[in-house]
């Protein structure tokens, strides 16, 4: 890890909002990929208009809630996620892989079996921005559609 990143002693609030065991009130995350990877999924879980000083901000799940079929959507989550986020800094993204039930039909029987139709799986493939070989950093989140209505 590069000095100067080194010198950073924490890089934002790790969630879910823990006590932490210092003199800070929150416990925070203390490592860039830790710090990344929270913003990436907040980035997920957010939708347009959550926020109130950046109303862009947000790939907003819940607009596929009712979604029927959900192979559909991948190409406009797949855009959505690549848009939004040029809000986040300090990476660079290298693929994002969105799958649904259909996707592990012929692969992996075991998978296929255990997830319902209303799942997506996103792994988003990320490495440091000017950082070289730091390897491949991957963020996954398994969501099931019908539960992210907030009411």
């Not at 609030?13 to 210092?22: M, W």
């Not at 929150?26 to 990929?33: E, P, T």
């Not at 999924?41 to 907003?60: C, Q």
């Not at 998978?111 to 209303?118: L, P, R, S």
Request: glycine residues 4%.
């Amino acid at each position: 890890m590069p000095n100067f990143l080194k010198k950073i002693k924490y890089f934002n609030i790790a969630i879910p909002f823990k006590k932490s065991n210092n003199s800070s009130y929150f416990k925070m995350n203390d490592n860039i990929v830790d710090a990344i990877n929270e913003d990436l999924k907040a980035l997920l879980l957010t939708n347009n208009r959550e926020r109130v000083m950046r109303p862009n901000y947000g790939i907003g799940l819940d607009n596929f809630l009712f979604e029927n079929d959900l192979d559909s959507i991948k190409g406009e989550l797949n855009s959505r996620i690549l848009k939004q986020t040029s809000w986040i800094d300090g990476f660079t993204l290298k693929k994002i892989d969105i799958k649904t039930k259909n996707d592990y039909k012929n692969v992996d029987l075991e998978k296929y079996n255990e997830i319902n139709e209303n799942t997506i799986n996103i792994s988003i493939f990320w490495s440091l921005k000017n950082i070289p070989d730091d390897g491949n950093q991957k963020v996954e989140m398994e969501l099931d559609l019908t539960t992210l209505y907030r009411g």
